[in-house]
């Protein structure tokens, strides 16, 4: 275990798989279980599965591995229950995770003896929730010493599955590490087949099997009968699958090798190193699988309205272009969680070609040419085609369009946009290439594809803000508007000659280059000069050196926070590099202009010198230490396991010779003890260089010499969010807006920015929230943040327990991985945290029970209730953990709203949680809630209550809001507010004075969609008679919108809970068929209001300064009261 101890390692719950051996008193068992452990223990890799523990106690033998959702391989191949349609890809990729575990067993295994594993099959091949296959069972391996590769091992007696074996270890005796490649060959012919080796169809006609059979028919050149003929079947009617089973070249690659595996002696057979390089091959051969979806005719014409003009975005020779919303994409049954991301995607904005004439035998065969020609050009800067429409006479493509919008949204607008570096802008140019490249380049037997409308309009935006060229399948795609928009990006060459080629896209390719440096589309009416646009100006402000001044002065004029120049345009340089190869695009004839691969290489220089920039955030360690005093530790101001920061005054001449004054810094020193110091810094570093973000705290410069490293940061004056919370200054308006931008940066980094992938922080806690002058948050400490697309493995909590359990999301127990939703969950903490005042794990407190961490209960066993925050949450009970600092603050609805969205964060599954985009919407609207207490909506003007048949003197009327009360108020956890009326009213404790007989009510109000309200009141006493028993009617109306309130409403007495009396009563008209319901049910009264019965009382009951106090909570466990108009309340004698 690494040396660790069992204290020391990370307490987990998880599904494992144990098995037991049974021939608990045989000597190969036992020599088995011995082995099996000795083996899995020195074998780490992705294709092996993981040895988690074993028991050996009381003659029991019981191995621990990881478990694999998936099963193995053979209930595949077995099963018709349970046999699903592979694709040729997924089988290929199985094959090739089987290949990677061998040759690491036989190869890899970094000086230690090598493994032979004896018992290859198809049971021993595990597979994940991905199809990712593990090779398992190890009961029967033998380690093979390392300096004798060529040495044979005798078997005692022969082991395996027979129709597995190696037939000249079954002649011999004498196995080698060739004996699994015969085995693996075997499962390679069953993957093919998708039946098994031993099946009886093989049995009877070859006692050994399936191998012998599938020589002769590789021999014959009859193997294409033994496809599996289920894998050109769909296993979803709603898909269809390009690319399904294997085309010719990647059968023949495959099985060539895999013949080649059962060759009779071993000396003939492949090493693994070969077999895995062809089945490579095969699977570059077969290209990508395609999953398209049949959508509906009926769903397209919805969308787009019958084809309206007004969504339409195009048309060609061949058809029209619309643009429309459908939501009709089963992301959930993607083979991939790629695929999956992409069609979640893709669902807001789809581009939908309608071909014409579907008489015409040209446009069908175009229709599926177009269908087979997809495969050849998916790339990841290319916006993919999704699903297709093949109805009747209609013929429709639907393809990925514009999530984030496209390049021309981002070019000569101040809609507020994003603001693009120049180093986002090059990340952006070299995708663009990229995707060119991928049509430009003939791959295989297939053509070159000429896009022949290459402009910033078709450079879409998708989720992570990737370009992505659109590419609708046509030669030449015309919009609406074609003189006005198009005209400027045409080359000039095909304009005079009507030749198109590849270089025609180049050119229109050098005229969005030069829209991006300029930030204005190329027809602006700034180059109303010319009818061709930008391309002639910007090839002649090239030529006399004068293009600078058409930078797009976004770039130049940028400003961090402070006002300081924050350097994200071009460097000279960069520039140069950029300009060279953009005029050479621009080129009068196409024999001019680069191919992409060139400009793909100019790009990337001009990208490289932009990086170089990092050079000029460079501090010496000697201005640092003159900073911060040599380190001196009065001037800490913070730390953590592997790191100090100090605060400093940094001269401006020190770090920028041309700078004057200083700059009060903090600087983030490693410690040289536990090794991690130089990962976590290149870390940290490389997200705070290129992820620039106002909720992300601001690299000021950094240190890498005489062995130190360090980041330098702004001073945020106010510290970090932990050393706030029990701050009664920090206004509940304050700690919203501060949760605001932390989940502002979440998003940030979730979403990836522009050009960027998904970022997760890994540890989001409060004291990693600093705090400005003016309490702006800024996340901050990223040394264990990781790209969520490589779902890296987390150990780093269990070095610092205290500090970070409380915050660590619980399927971190049970996978070992951190992904962006982990951020969520730590997130929730710090929200409970803001609204409690206190830290979720507080020094010093024994009773881990009344932490707020979720993850309290695995430092000790013996709690049983769970983390009191969650706790209360499900208890309805939260409000009692209020800070008191600003309980009397916060209004019912932002309450609501908040603790709802936190709750929402801390679910235990992680796909049950909030995106962080949802977070910032809901606390943006918990702020908003706030920011407008005080406009309570009480419905005016309504019918007076006249008078009725009960004693005037005793009708009493709920009493208006005055100030102070409309400022205080409580809380039902149950479902929200105890009374909530339109806007938002409360009557707490209020005391009810009897009314006049002139008196009428002048306010009603009216109940939204609740299921509880409370009704707390004191009584006075003075007019009540002695003795008496008195019965408290609530009198209402329902409203029109309301079809009356079926549901049984349940009225508590809280105040007399040892009686346990729960009275049921309707809110709905009397009707004959329920007028003997009693009091149950309401009374018309002669004013035109019902009133029902919902409390009794005595006049002797307890006195509390000549006060009988009433507090009721009125539930509705199968609907809501909403429509319920509330008038007042009438006491009187029974």
Partial sequence: MEGKSKNELPKRCSTVAIKQILNRQDEQGKEGFLAEIELLTSCKHQNIVSLLGFSSKDREMILVYEFLVNGSLDDYLGSAEKKINLTWNQRLQICLNIAEGLKYLHTSMEGKPRIIHRDIKSA??????????????????????????????????????????????????????ETDIYSFGVVLFEILSGTLAYDSVYLAENDKGLAPIARRRFSEGTLKELIDPTMMVEDNEQRFTLNRGPNQDSFDAFTKIAYQCLAETQAKRPPMEVIIKELRNAQKFQGETMVLYKVRHIDIVQATEDFKETYRIGFDAHGMVYKAELDQFESESSSSTEEKNKREEAKKHMAIKRILCREDEQGEQGFFEELEMCMSYKHPNIASLLGFCDEGREMIFVYEHACNGSLDDYLGSNNGKTVLTWAQRLHMCIEIACGLNHLHTKMGSKQSIIHGDIRSANILFGKNF??????????????????????????????????????????SFGVVLFEILCGKLAYDLIYKGTDKGLAPIARQRCNDRTIKKMIDRKLLVETDEDGSTANKGPNQDSLDTFLKIACQCLGETQTERPMMETVITELQKALNFQESLMRDLQISLENIKMATQEFNQENCVGSGRDWKVYKGELSHAKANANATGCTTIVA?????????????????????????????????GYCDEQGETIIVYKHSWNGSLDEHLNNVNLTWIKRLQICIDVASGLEFLHGGGVTQKKLVHGNIRSANILLTADWKAKISNFEFSSLDSLHQHMDHVSDNAYGTFAYLDPEYAKSGYLTD??????????????????????????????????????????????????????????DEMIFEGIKLQIVPLSFFTFKKIAYECLRDDSNQRPEASEVVIQLKEALEFQMKHDEIKILKGAQQVPESDADKDQMHQMPQMPKEIEDTYNYD??????????????????????????????????????????????????????????????????????????????????????IKETKTVYFRSPAPFNQHDGNSVPNQRADGWMEVMVWKFNSKYKLANNLIPMNLKLIAYEGTMSGLTICGMDFRPM
């Fill in 124 to 177: 021993n091949v595990l597979l994940d929730e991905n199809w990712n296959a593990k090779i398992a069972d190890f009961g029967l391996s033998k380690f093979h010493p390392a300096n004798q590769p060529a040495s044979t091992i005798k078997s005692k007696g022969f082991v395996g599955t027979e129709v597995y074996m190696d037939p000249e270890y079954l002649t011999t005796g004498k196995y080698k590490k």
């Fill in 466 to 507: 990737e370009a992505k060229i659109a590419y609708f399948g046509v030669s030449n795609l015309h919009p609406a508007n074609q003189e006005a928009t198009t005209k400027v990006y045409l080359d000039p060459e095909y304009e005079i000659t009507g030749k198109l080629g590849t270089k025609s896209d180049i050119y």
């Fill in 668 to 700: 983030k020193q490693w410690i040289r003890k536990y090794g991690q110091e130089n990962n976590q810094f290149r870390t940290e570093l490389d997200i705070l260089f290129n992820r620039k973000h106002e909720d992300i705290i601001s690299l000021a």
């Fill in 821 to 878: 939703k982990s951020d969520l969950y730590s997130f929730g903490v710090i929200l409970l945290e803001i609204l409690c005042g206190r830290l979720a794990l507080e020094e010093g407190c024994d009773d881990y029970s009344k932490h707020l961490g979720p993850l309290a209960k695995l430092f000790k066993k013996k709690i049983k209730k769970g983390p009191l925050a969650k706790r209360l949450f499900e208890e309805r009970n939260l």
């Fill in 973 to 1058: 956890g149950n479902k929200g507010l105890w009374f909530y009326v339109v806007g938002v009213v409360l009557v707490e404790d209020m005391i009810l004075h009897c009314l006049a007989s002139c008196h009428r009510f002048q306010n009603v109000m009216e109940l939204l969609a609740r299921q509880v309200f409370r009704i707390k009141y004191k009584i006075e006493s003075e007019k009540l008679s002695p003795f008496t028993e008195y019965a408290c009617y609530l009198v209402f109306k329902l409203s029109e919108k309301c079809r009356e309130l079926h549901c049984p409403v349940k009225v508590r007495d809280l105040l007399h809970r040892k």
